[in-house]
């Protein structure tokens, strides 16, 4: 029971890596299963609307139940309560997207999203996952995750890259992590997409811990000409407010 459990989890995690619909054939290779098991555990999560299936094509997407989790997810947790007035702030301000980002195993995962009426991106969407060495928030959460889990990461290296600015070396992020620690937010400078620039601050709890990233992202060129030292300003204050809807006070010390 446990097992089947992990693989109907394991089919609705294929669609973190940005795949719209799946097949059983598709399924049954990533979970290393036969397709008649594939085909009980997909009509499975179908029947319980996790799933649905597309008339024409046969193939399956993700269902209702999953949006509704994750409404339920957005509206319900403390710290959507306490970052949803803030960042929507900070949004219309610079009229650029704003995401909200958490440590999800070597990933920032996005899990809020706050956007203005012509976003200059579409992408990520909340439950996307980005790369923790080359975007804002990626950088915050891990400059600020347990020794361990930055040393499993590192040790990665060299990392893929996504564009020529992209940090690839292990020495180079070390570097970049001591920089972050000490200035108290992260920058990407066109290290993820070409033509996209993100400034990135850490979100704290009651105890002080960094359990969140916010970051502002947009066109490089429009972030620079509107003063990129005040958007820097804006973001590390959209982070402190946050902070401390959440409990969080200064003189707690880092």
Known sequence: MIQSVTRALEILEIFQ?????????EVAKHLGISKAAAYALVTTLEKKNFLQQDENSRRYKLGF?????????TNQSELGRAAQPWAVALCDRYGEVVH???LAKDAALIVHRYEPKEPFLLYPQPGSTMPLNSTAGGKILLAY?????QEKYLNQAPFPQRTPNTIVKKNDLLKEIKNILKQDYAEDREETIVGVSCVGAPIRDKSGRVIA???LT???TRMEERGWEEIVKSVKMTALQISSALGYRMDMGR
């Open 17 to 25: 890596s940005g795949a719209e619909s799946v097949g059983i054939t």
């Open 65 to 73: 139940k999953v949006l509704q989790l994750g409404a339920l997810f």
């Open 100 to 102: 909200i980002s958490v």
């Open 145 to 149: 995750a347990p020794v361990e889990v």
């Open 213 to 215: 990233a916010i970051s």
């Open 218 to 220: 947009g066109s490089r």
